[in-house]
């Protein structure tokens, strides 16, 4: 999704998420046996561009996106 698709890295752990939570819902129901989730075993920060994603992705003419956090805190 990062060298084909250029997606944000938040737009890759929503996708991955709602995949990891289909997975869930499939082995609760029993309609898959998977267990453990393959996808909740991912390490942190796997959505993160690395240094060589970067360079794929600029040797395409585009530029990577970067990973935005939202500091959402009500201001008193």
Request: glycine share 4%.
């Amino acid at each position: 999704m990062k060298r084909e698709q250029h997606l944000t890295p938040s737009t890759i752990r929503h996708y991955v998420l709602a995949l990891a939570q289909s997975l869930d819902g499939t082995e609760r129901h029993g309609v898959a046996c998977v267990t453990p989730n393959p996808l909740r075993k991912l390490p942190q920060r796997y959505a993160v561009y690395t240094d060589v994603d970067v360079r794929t992705v600029n040797a395409m003419g585009k530029e990577a996106p970067e990973d935005v956090e939202r500091d959402r805190r009500v201001a008193s």
